[in-house]
């Protein structure tokens, strides 16, 4: 282990996952009012229904500190989506786009983001506001939108509440 690996002050690690292809494990899982994808919307609203997002262990202790952001970056898996298409007609009018150019849920590799508002924490869950995908989906990651640690181009950019 390098200089580089140590632990700071205040720092706690966990075993991490065994390595595989990408070595994602969820860290969580995501409860919304949508249980199929004909009711869940296009696009998430900040000011749409409350959600939650509960965070497993080890990683709940994570979540120290987060009240502080009104706003949150979500990663998900698209878990019930296609895998396997590379051009797409979204709105069945003729026209056809690469799933690349698209914000579709069908891709090899089907992770969705979301802006959430941050409107409580209990424990280990978090209410927010803000999210697009179907109730029971697979959390990847979260992160403060801003953060004051992330360097002076984004020192005045953070978003704590208050």
């Given at each position: 282990?390098?200089?580089?690996?140590?632990?700071?002050?205040?720092?706690?690690s966990?075993?991490?996952?065994?390595?595989?292809?990408?070595?994602?494990?969820?860290?969580?899982?995501?409860?919304?009012?949508?249980?199929?994808?004909?009711?869940?919307?296009?696009?998430?609203?900040?000011?749409?229904p409350?959600?939650?997002?509960?965070?497993?262990?080890?990683?709940?202790?994570?979540?120290?500190?987060?009240?502080?952001?009104?706003?949150?970056?979500?990663?998900?898996?698209?878990?019930?989506?296609?895998?396997?298409?590379?051009?797409?007609?979204?709105?069945?009018?003729?026209?056809?786009?690469?799933?690349?150019?698209?914000r579709?849920?069908?891709?090899?590799?089907?992770?969705?983001?979301?802006?959430?508002?941050?409107?409580?924490?209990?424990?280990?869950?978090?209410?927010?506001?803000?999210?697009?995908?179907?109730?029971?989906?697979?959390?990847?990651?979260?992160?403060?939108?801003?953060?004051?640690?992330?360097?002076?181009?984004?020192?005045g950019a953070?978003?704590?509440?208050?």
């Amino acid at each position: 282990m390098s200089e580089q690996d140590s632990l700071r002050p205040g720092e706690l690690s966990v075993a991490p996952p065994k390595a595989g292809d990408a070595g994602l494990e969820f860290i969580g899982r995501i409860h919304t009012p949508w249980a199929n994808r004909a009711d869940c919307p296009r696009h998430g609203k900040p000011d749409g229904p409350l959600c939650r997002i509960e965070l497993f262990e080890p990683w709940a202790l994570a979540l120290q500190g987060i009240e502080a952001y009104a706003r949150l970056e979500v990663l998900y898996w698209l878990d019930r989506a296609r895998r396997d298409l590379v051009q797409q007609s979204p709105k069945n009018d003729g026209r056809t786009l690469g799933s690349f150019a698209l914000r579709s849920p069908l891709r090899p590799n089907p992770i969705g983001t979301a802006v959430v508002v941050l409107e409580s924490r209990q424990g280990n869950s978090l209410l927010v506001r803000g999210l697009d995908c179907l109730d029971g989906t697979p959390l990847l990651d979260l992160k403060p939108e801003y953060c004051p640690f992330s360097g002076a181009g984004n020192a005045g950019a953070a978003n704590p509440r208050g």
